[in-house]
């Protein structure tokens, strides 16, 4: 079945520095791919969204790119700050013409100044 | 900003008893999901609509949740009978387009504890 794998559960970073979020996926379809942020006691919200492969897609400083060769689509940043600390849920929708969406288990993003 | 509205944002209930809570999608958006956020985070599809009408549901859902989306009147979804495994942040979502590469606006969610 299709699935999202984000291995990091936490990852905690200083102020400044460039953080890559894991996300690969699997799915037997052609895949649209996103990243939403949840801030604590927020509703998540779109980040990134892609569907061309190795094409980057930025918003906010965070940039991603699609690899459907290795089935990743990696969340990065140059320079993290602290309003970045949240939770990064990488998702997927197959492709398949219905209206299933696939979460993956999130990455918690600590950032100390 | 996202404009989804649900109600109530906190919720306490029994074992046993029945939970509601509601949504109001963004104005204009067909579509609407639900879905339970555990205490881990993890995100689980329960069902959603495509204006009154469901698309997919789980088989969770199928058993002791139910939902609907009436034609101009909140969104619901509802435990008939509460177990403690029930307790999570409840999401409703709601998006404008059909396909799949439509962005989902989420509401702030309601915390359901079962007591």
């Known amino acids: 079945g299709d699935s999202v794998t984000q291995t990091e559960g936490l990852v905690t970073l200083t102020k400044g520095l460039p953080v890559m979020l894991n996300c690969t996926y699997q799915?037997?379809?052609?895949?649209?791919l996103f990243w939403y942020v949840q801030h604590l006691n927020e509703a998540p919200k779109l980040l990134l969204k892609?569907?061309?492969?190795?094409k980057r897609t930025e918003h906010q400083g965070f940039y991603a790119t699609l690899h459907k060769s290795s089935s990743s689509f990696h969340l990065q940043k140059s320079s993290v700050q602290l309003s970045d600390s949240a939770l990064y849920f990488c998702?997927?929708?197959?492709?398949?013409?219905?209206?299933?969406?696939?979460f993956g288990s999130g990455t918690r993003l600590l950032v100390s100044p | 900003n996202s404009k989804v509205i649900q109600t109530p944002r906190y919720l306490v209930k029994g074992q046993g008893q029945k939970a509601k809570m509601r949504c109001i999608p963004e104005?204009?958006?067909?579509?609407v999901f639900w879905y339970q956020q555990n205490k881990n985070n993890e995100f689980k599809f329960l069902i959603n609509?495509?204006?009154?009408?469901?698309?997919?549901q789980i088989d969770m859902t199928e058993k002791r949740f139910s939902a609907e989306c009436p034609s101009n009147s909140p969104c619901s979804l509802e435990i008939q009978s509460s177990e403690a495994g029930d307790s999570a942040l409840y999401l409703c979502?709601?998006?404008?387009?059909?396909?799949?590469?439509?962005?989902?606006?989420f509401g702030p969610g309601t915390r359901l504890t079962v007591l």
């Open positions: 104005k204009g958006h067909p579509v």
């Open positions: 609509f495509q204006n009154q009408e469901v698309l997919q």
């Open positions: 998702a997927l929708t197959p492709g398949t013409g219905g209206y299933k969406v696939v």
């Open positions: 799915t037997t379809y052609s895949p649209f």
């Open positions: 892609s569907s061309t492969d190795n």
């Open positions: 979502a709601s998006s404008l387009d059909w396909g799949n590469y439509a962005e989902q606006f």
